[in-house]
């Protein structure tokens, strides 16, 4: 015989919310637990409590595997982004970002441009992570050379990452809640600009302000030409590294899966790096190496 569903007060599911969060806290500070540990305890603690409310362990386990089939997609997008900013970097993709973008982008006009890249990037991949790990290592790179503030510009980087990632029909986070939510995706994204698009327009305006106060003087020609030289040296620079992020941006126009789409442009820059490899060796490309 079926139990009767009880409906949780407001106060029932405030306790239990925090009880969960002190447990959790707790395990990490107090006791240094991992948070796998930690979460799998908050669970069996919270049974009791679920059960109280008439349901039973089978509807309890078809919940969470209702929850997991959701999250499988934004945890297959990480993965992917992982191999894409690898294959990016050794493939010589980031260094021929920087080494271009070093010589061409205004060192006053830097930041908000920096914004703007990163947005769309973002908006047309879907991932934050991925644009950081790409073109904003690249940017970060160029504001190294230009001598610019390193804070503002991973600011600026970060700021138009999230921001293009969360307007993105293709980002795994804003997909994920609009299906845990049962709304329609565009409506979702349509709703958030309500109240990003201003923040938005305010950081662009800071970054802009902050660009002209900083960007006046630019690097010096010294610090520019030992990046440009060190970069020229020791990657496959020119136009073969940027055909995977044609690929990439082709794929996503066409309305493929990011995954594959990601994936694609993960292979493909790996065979670069592969080919390249028996004309000039490369270094280990870190922020540190400039």
């Not at 940017?139 to 138009?160: C, K, R, V």
Request: with cysteine; charged share 10%.
């Amino acid at each position: 015989m079926n139990k009767e569903i009880k409906t949780p007060s407001i106060w029932y599911s405030i306790i239990i919310m925090v009880m969960i969060i002190v447990l959790i806290m707790s395990g990490i500070l107090v006791f240094e637990a991992t948070i796998e540990l930690m979460l799998l305890i908050a669970l069996m603690v919270t049974i009791p409590f679920i059960s109280y409310l008439g349901f039973s362990y089978k509807q309890l386990q078809e919940a969470m595997l209702s929850m997991m089939s959701k999250a499988l997609q934004p945890s297959m997008i990480v993965l992917v982004v992982g191999a894409m900013i690898g294959a990016w970097l050794i493939s010589g993709t980031v260094p021929t970002l920087i080494y271009y973008g070093i010589q061409t982008i205004s060192p006053g006009y830097f930041f908000v441009t920096a914004l703007l890249f990163c947005t769309i990037v973002s908006l047309s991949t879907g991932t934050s992570w991925g644009t950081m790990g790409t073109a904003g290592v690249a940017l970060m790179g160029i504001s190294h050379g230009l001598e610019l503030p390193a804070g503002m510009s991973a600011g600026a980087i970060i700021s138009g990452a999230y921001f293009g990632d969360k307007i993105s029909p293709l980002s795994d986070s804003t997909n994920l809640a609009a299906a845990i939510m049962e709304t329609d995706l565009m409506d979702h994204v349509k709703h958030m600009l309500w109240t990003t698009t201003p923040a938005y327009i305010l950081t662009a305006l800071v970054f802009l302000f902050l660009g002209l106060s900083y960007g006046q003087d630019g690097g010096s020609l010294s610090n520019i030409d030992t990046m440009t030289d060190f970069l020229s040296s020791h990657y496959n620079l020119g136009w073969t590294p940027m055909i995977p992020v044609i690929v990439v941006v082709v794929l996503l126009i066409m309305s493929k899966p990011p995954i594959t789409s990601i994936f694609i442009g993960a292979a493909i820059a790996g065979i670069i790096a592969i080919v390249s490899a028996s004309r000039k060796p490369w270094t280990r490309f870190t922020m540190a190496t400039l």
